[in-house]
């Protein structure tokens, strides 16, 4: 079992930036890939990011590329996704979560594809 408890959400001006973190504890932490995804009101909960087991790979969703960056420490278990440029169609409730895995790929983009969630954290951009 993992848990997952985001933080560092919060309102933010157009142009501004923010940096969410996510701690996990209950197991080896290297042992995940880790992604961010989100959902808007209304709206499916869609991909935005995923970081490779030891951090040297990532993939991106095609409208934060240049603008989102993950990142990963295995030595804090801490995941973080670096905010920049942010736009009003940002604004979602953001979930980090956890794909246990022997691969060092990057391609789980769906939501079914990983094993565990955190709570979110609510990260709104006013224009």
């Known amino acids: 079992q993992v848990q997952l408890v985001e933080s560092g959400g919060g309102l933010v001006q157009a142009g501004g930036s923010l940096r969410l973190s996510c701690l996990a504890s209950?197991?080896?932490?290297?042992?995940?890939?880790m992604g961010w995804f989100r959902q808007a009101p209304g709206k499916e909960r869609e991909f935005v990011a995923v970081i490779n087991r030891p951090g040297g790979s990532t993939s991106y969703e095609d409208s934060v590329k240049g603008r989102f960056t993950i990142s990963r420490d295995n030595t804090k278990s801490t995941l973080y996704l670096q905010m920049n440029s942010l736009k009003p169609d940002d604004t979602a409730v953001y979930y980090c979560?956890?794909?246990?895995?022997?691969?060092?790929?990057?391609?789980?983009?769906?939501?079914?594809?990983?094993?565990?969630w955190g709570q979110g954290t609510q990260v709104t951009v006013s224009s």
């Open positions: 209950g197991r080896t932490f290297s042992n995940y890939a």
């Open positions: 979560a956890a794909k246990s895995t022997y691969s060092y790929a990057t391609y789980y983009t769906r939501t079914g594809e990983y094993d565990y």
